[in-house]
């Protein structure tokens, strides 16, 4: 989701105007609903809470059933695994009340989006989360219950109860924790240190959002530049190498001012993991990080091993860009540059609709139906107004209801490919929950990004063909490659260095400030094929490692590296095989959470435990660069001095 997966690196997304909001007027087809109540927006583009509860008087009657259902729960928890009939009795209460509260809390959270300034729907989500946290702490001794059953015990249960099979997906993530579960006394010790476990996470965020030191950009000219405003990003665009340079050298120098203690907090993060790793008997901490998630560590290391050792399709890309830009030096700090600015990539609803319903079609009749259901049923927010979030986009999944599609569309590129995003996200919620009992229903966390990224690769790549002229073809190309340099190739490269991290506190190191430096730098250089000239990485780029997205999560430049890289694999089978692929792909969506996340990809034809999905992947990203460059080439032919030329990049300090 937009809202979470690409947060973490927004900063990047704003200074390369590709995927920020565009500085060009919106076309007139976009309506502004910004300064109006939302009972002005028309009904058509609003979602639909009516469909969860018809009013508030039915959500309170709800909550006061969740409460009694409560009661009448506990009283079955007791004794619960002692027969077939009793265990299954308490697993479909169980599921029935998780599914009750989901309602209640998206009801609450829904409302509350688009009504920010009511007190009530803060006040409601609280007291479901009480309820919620209630439930939780009740039965929190049901997966040790579940191992003392035993595998061969709960096999003889299965087969005589038949309501049992549809929890098998709870079972399976249950008992497969058996030989990393430690004794009663010594897990309640490692239940204490989710005190303190994430103390180093939190002073990270604190430090970077209010104690860093923001430095001034200093222009050629001697000239100040202050941190953060509006001409600071701007210059990320400027013709000037320069002032190009200029933001990059003082962002670095303000994360420099606090290395040494973001070093600490993060060499605290880290071994906190590899003591988790060693206490539980994990091989090493990628094993301990990957365990929930079903995940066998030779897909981590498969993923990185090919990425950086097959870098020709990037640095191919990264080569046309310096041609296209007219640059005699390509530096890190010239990514953010627009190939093609005078290519407006503005857009409509209505045009984003239309293309996302034609995209919807490469994946057969049943998914086309889908996404034209969706348009339709009330299942988005889609414009601005007063008092509404102001998130990029989201999906939230409401068993037993639909999804929930939230945006904020402005004409921009971002939004424009954020609506086929959300949406994938969306239809993999809903085929999930139709298709799979309650317990199986939830895809797995490391590949929701998949989905989302399907239906946007191909909503790209048809947006592209269908564009209508070669300027705008090369535009969207530029931006669909953008796209892919961020969460593929710039995943790997992070995730390649978290890797090392981990490493290195394993052999016994530290990480300090220096160790980390060193790192990033090399990384930054190999990825961007600086010994061979192609892209030119400055000596104070070695501090851009210090940033909270290393303390968000352990597994996401790994999990967005991933996703990216099955997306493309799985949209490529579709563009040259057609429904066959599709039907597998649908299948993959449908299944939810009934397997290994691994094993379902399997079954669509990707088997992670090799590299194949991976190769396939940069060829795919190879081809792309093919077409970017023929097209490229057709244009300059015909518009020898139609494109800028940048001043010439300054020497690297």
């Known amino acids: ?312 399709p990037y640095h191919r890309y990264l080569r046309l860009r310096k041609r296209i830009l007219g640059l005699q030096e390509y530096h890190a700090y010239d990514r953010f540059l627009q190939p093609f600015p005078d290519v407006a990539l503005r857009f409509s609803f209505e045009a984003a609709r239309k293309l996302t319903e034609e995209t919807g079609q490469l994946l057969g009749s049943e998914y086309a139906t889908l996404v034209r259901h969706a348009f339709d049923q009330g299942w988005m927010d889609v414009y601005s107004h007063k008092d509404k979030d102001l998130w990029w986009g989201s999906a939230t999944s409401v068993p037993g209801v639909h999804p929930y599609i939230h945006f904020n569309f402005d004409g921009s590129f971002f939004m424009f490919e954020t609506v086929p995003h959300e949406l994938g996200h969306a239809l993999q919620f809903h085929l999930a929950a139709k298709n799979q009992p309650y317990a199986a229903s939830s895809p797995s966390w490391f590949t929701t990004e998949i989905p989302s990224q399907v239906l946007e690769f191909l909503f790209l790549r048809k947006g592209i063909q269908s564009a209508a002229n070669d300027r705008t073809r090369l535009a969207l190309l530029g931006a669909f490659l953008d796209r892919l340099e961020l969460v593929l190739f710039d995943s790997a490269r992070q995730a390649e260095f978290q890797q090392a991290m981990y490493h290195h506190v394993e052999k016994g190191g530290t990480l300090t400030a220096a160790w980390l430096e060193a790192k990033n730098l090399e990384l930054q250089r190999h990825y961007g094929g600086h010994d061979r000239g192609i892209t030119l990485v400055d000596d104070f780029a070695r501090s851009q490692w210090g940033h909270r997205s290393l303390f968000v999560s352990d597994l996401r430049n790994f999990s967005l590296a991933f996703n990216a890289t099955a997306a493309l694999a799985i949209a490529q089978k579709v563009l040259d095989a057609g429904e066959p692929e599709a039907r597998k792909y649908l299948t993959f969506l449908k299944a939810g959470a009934s397997k290994p996340a691994m094993a379902l990809l399997k079954d669509a034809g990707l088997d992670f435990a090799t590299t194949l999905p991976f190769e396939a992947a940069l060829q795919s990203f190879d081809r792309l660069v093919d077409e970017m460059d023929q097209i490229y080439e057709r244009v300059s032919r015909v518009h020898s001095t139609s494109v800028p030329r940048m001043s010439r990049s300054i020497p690297s300090r």
């Open 1 to 312: 989701m937009r809202s979470t997966m690409l947060a973490n690196f927004c900063v990047a997304l704003v200074g390369a105007n590709i995927l920020a909001p565009a500085q060009t007027p919106a076309p007139k087809s976009i309506p502004d609903y910004s300064t109006v109540e939302r009972d002005k927006v028309p009904k058509a583009l609003r979602w639909r809470t009516e469909d969860i509860y018809s009013s508030m008087e039915a959500w309170t009657a709800d909550f006061t059933l969740a409460q009694k259902d409560l009661e009448t729960l506990s009283s079955l928890f007791q004794g619960w695994t002692a027969t077939p009939s009793r265990m299954a009795e308490f697993l479909v209460r169980q599921a029935a009340l998780s599914i009750r509260i989901k309602q209640l809390a998206s009801y609450a959270m829904l409302c509350g989006q688009t009504q920010r300034s009511s007190p009530l729907y803060p006040d409601l989500e609280s007291r479901v989360q009480r309820l919620d946290l209630e439930m939780t702490t009740r039965f929190s001794s049901s997966d040790t219950d579940l191992l003392r059953l035993g595998e061969a015990k709960l096999a003889e249960y299965r087969a005589s109860e038949p309501r049992l099979r549809a929890h098998d997906a709870l079972f399976r993530k249950t008992l497969r924790r058996k030989e990393h579960l430690l004794s009663v006394e010594t897990e309640k010790v490692l239940s204490q240190m989710s005190l303190f476990a994430d103390g180093a996470r939190s002073a990270a965020a604190i430090l970077e959002d209010g104690e860093v030191s923001l430095v001034d950009a200093v222009l050629p000219d001697g000239s100040k530049v202050a941190a953060g405003g509006g001409r600071w990003g701007r210059l990320q665009q400027s013709k000037n190498a320069g002032e190009r340079r200029a933001p990059a050298e003082a962002q670095a120098k303000s994360y420099q001012r606090v290395a040494n203690t973001f070093a600490a907090l993060l060499d605290t993060a880290v071994k906190r993991d590899v003591f988790e790793a060693k206490v539980r008997h994990f091989p090493d901490t990628a094993a301990s990080l990957l365990f929930d998630h079903e995940i066998d560590p030779i897909v981590c290391k498969n993923l990185i091993q090919t990425v950086s050792q097959n870098l020709t």
